[in-house]
């Protein structure tokens, strides 16, 4: 087989993605279709879940906020060629860390301060458990990847023993920490809107979305507008080239795992300073892992980050919805989608491209022989 | 004295039971890591075909029919793996990632549409199980000093497939180090051009080494669900796979290193289910949870080189682009 074909710009980032998503949705579709309920059906109960039902829309936001912390960090890993799957762990500790700030300084801080104060702690808990695999395998030679998925056990395993003990709340039953004080707290998106006179019905949606969307901007100015950004697109283009060139590859891959690390450990404000205010067991629920199909499917750019974790949120709100509706699908279908999508827009990412290519060839050289008539 | 050891005894034949679908996943990793081909879909596999093996056992009343039909679904994820990873030359970890990802989604969706159990199979009688094996006279010997009772806790009462993961791991040493079949296997794995020079189909062996871990897989899978409990529970492989996974690193994918880095996990796992709350003297409570975390953590230790050097396959993680 020839390598795949190359597809002009547009194809590979606005067709690919649209196709991939399609051929997710059409194979659940038939495993709808096999189990006798009807996909149309299912389909519309997910939109109207997502988009149309009363404060479903924050809702979806709400989700896709997780998705646009965790989506970023798999990005930025990515144009380093490093696969960060260890959002998950990283986003666990994150809340580690914004817990551990909100239990020591609640009492002592105002809003102004502690909040910051804890967003950048859930950065930083993030960015070391996102370094330390980063420095096995630029000075040890470990596999990230290996690496990273021990991390996430790892994680779950000290937060298990934290929460059940030293950090459990004293005389409760359930491992979480006690409730903040309420200056810990990120305010809602419906009680801002809500103080100007408009009218917003009540969903998670909290300030974490804009903390979000400017983290996104952030990503944009570091990877294609800073020299850092560059150099962590040499290493990932050609680590021999980078090092050739003068850029310390080792400290490059460290700094650009621990800038994932944060970015993942940030997803932990939008759950735990946001709506739960108080750090519980299994918060990350696997967002770390939607982070990877966010990523691919956003083809590592924010903007792309954050339309395909607007669909992701859309998802997981419209999926939640099947189960009200439904007796034999639930809230699952999403993860089959999501498994679906990642094994169409990662595993078989080639599949569709030459195909494609051989269309878009027949139907440019039809045009331009139409063109060569006329003129 | 005599209870401790006891004690101990049981513990080694816990560490048997919990090590069995450890060793089979194992055994599967490493036929597809050293033929070059990332695996971390070993759990999703498992899953998949644990679900599988009790649905058909519940189905037919037939264990051995949901064996079969578990081994058939982790073949069939295997050679999807294949398709992802040699044919189509994606990237193998996302291919694997989604596998595990799917098997979530789809174990939980069918089983809610077949049995209305919230994604349970229903509890298997005895005879849709594969049961214990009593070897003979285990009951007469087991007056016996020291031999009877290691030979009645630990040796006997074993179902079948408990032999057949220590039979797989016989089974993989031979073919990787005394067959060409294995000598080609491992030869993709480092060297895939040199293969292709000497006539050989890297892609045909790659998907051959699939083949034979997903049989494992299946067989761990229909371990789970029809041997050692008794149906299918949601997320039932609970990271199993992975930990497997660590254990093939662990043991340098080598079949006898991985089998004793199963049976160490499998101890450490039944350890701490024996300490599940109880009091050690000097420690207090027992940290049950992080003795949980020990085999992630050593593989960590031993993948970064501290202790000893784990060196996996050199041509892992590409696809083989043949020359032209």
């Known amino acids: 087989m020839t390598p795949p074909p190359a597809l002009p710009r547009w194809a590979d980032v606005g067709l690919i993605p649209l196709i991939n998503v399609l051929a997710a949705l059409v194979v659940s579709g038939i495993v709808v279709a096999v189990i006798g309920e009807n996909p149309f059906e299912a389909m519309m109960v997910m939109i109207k879940g997502a988009f149309v039902y009363k404060g479903s829309l924050g809702y979806t936001l709400y989700y896709a906020t997780n998705f646009i912390f965790t989506g970023l960090a798999v990005a930025v890993a990515f144009h380093a060629m490093l696969f960060n799957i260890g959002g998950e762990g990283q986003a666990y500790l994150g809340g580690l860390g914004a817990g551990l700030t909100c239990l020591m300084f609640d009492s002592m801080f105002p809003a102004l301060i502690l909040v910051p104060l804890a967003i950048m702690a859930s950065a930083s808990f993030g960015a070391v458990w996102g370094a330390i695999p980063g420095y096995l395998q630029a000075k040890r030679g470990s596999h990230i990847v290996i690496t990273t998925i021990m991390f996430n056990f790892l994680a779950a395993s000290i937060m298990v023993w934290l929460l059940a003990g030293r950090l459990k709340a004293p005389g409760q039953m359930s491992p979480e920490t006690r409730s903040f004080s309420a200056n810990a707290e990120l305010p809602f998106i419906h009680d801002i809107v809500n103080a100007f006179g408009v009218e917003m019905a009540r969903s998670p949606l909290n300030l974490s979305f804009v903390v979000a969307l400017l983290a996104c901007v952030g990503v944009w100015v570091l990877i294609w507008r800073s020299r850092l950004g560059y150099a962590i697109r040499a290493t990932g283009h050609s680590t021999g080239a980078a090092e050739y060139a003068g850029i310390p590859v080792s400290t490059i891959i460290i700094i650009t795992m621990a800038i994932s690390g944060g970015l993942a450990g940030m997803m932990a404000i939008n759950e735990i300073l946001g709506v739960q205010h108080r750090t519980i067991l299994g918060f990350t629920s696997g967002y770390g892992f939607t982070g990877i199909a966010v990523a691919l499917m956003g083809r590592n750019h924010p903007i792309g980050i954050i339309l395909a974790s607007l669909l992701f949120g859309a998802l997981y709100q419209g999926g939640a919805e099947l189960d009200f509706e439904f007796s034999t699908i639930t809230r699952e279908m999403v993860l089959l989608i999501q498994g679906l999508i990642i094994l169409f827009s990662g595993g078989l990412a080639f599949m569709f491209n030459r195909p494609l290519a051989h269309l878009l060839g027949l139907l440019l050289a039809a045009r331009s022989a139409k063109g060569g008539q006329n003129g | ?324």
């Open chain 2, 1 to 324: 004295m005599a209870d401790l050891w006891l004690q101990f005894l049981l513990t080694i034949d816990a560490t048997l039971r919990v090590g069995t679908p450890l060793i089979l996943c194992a055994m599967a990793g490493i036929f597809s890591e050293k033929s070059g081909v990332i695996d971390i879909s070993l759990e999703g596999k498992m899953l998949m075909s644990a679900f599988a093996a009790a649905a058909v056992a519940a189905l037919t009343s037939s264990a051995l029919a949901g064996l079969t039909v578990a081994i058939g679904v982790s073949v069939l994820l295997g050679l999807l793996h294949g398709l992802a990873s040699i044919t189509l030359r994606g990237n193998q970890v996302i291919s694997g990632l989604a596998i595990n990802i799917l098997a979530s989604g789809l174990t939980v969706t069918i089983g809610i549409a077949m049995f209305q159990q919230g994604g349970q199979t229903p509890n298997l009688a005895r005879a849709e199980r594969f049961r214990p094996i009593e070897l003979p006279l285990a009951e007469q010997l087991s007056s016996l000093p020291l031999i009877g009772p290691i030979y009645r806790e630990v040796i006997s009462g074993h179902n079948i497939l408990v032999w057949v993961a220590l039979a797989a791991v016989l089974f993989t040493a031979y073919i990787l180090t005394r067959t060409r079949f294995g000598l080609r296997l491992r030869a993709v794995g480092e060297k895939p051009e040199a293969l292709d020079s000497a006539g050989v189909s890297v892609a045909r062996t790659r998907y051959m080494a699939l083949i034979i871990a997903g049989v494992l897989c299946g067989m761990a899978g229909a371990y789970l669900s029809t041997a050692h409990g008794s149906g299918f529970v949601r997320e039932m492989t609970a990271g199993k796979g992975y930990i497997a996974l660590a254990a093939m690193i662990f043991g340098k994918w080598q079949p006898r290193g991985a089998l004793l880095a199963c049976l160490l996990f499998g101890f450490l796992e039944a350890v701490a289910s024996r300490l599940q709350g109880v009091n050690v003297p000097l420690i207090g409570e027992a940290p049950v949870d992080l003795i949980l975390a020990l085999p992630y953590l050593l593989t960590v230790i031993l993948l970064a080189g501290f202790v000893g050097k784990a060196m996996p396959p050199r041509a892992i993680g590409e696809p083989y682009v043949k020359e032209r």
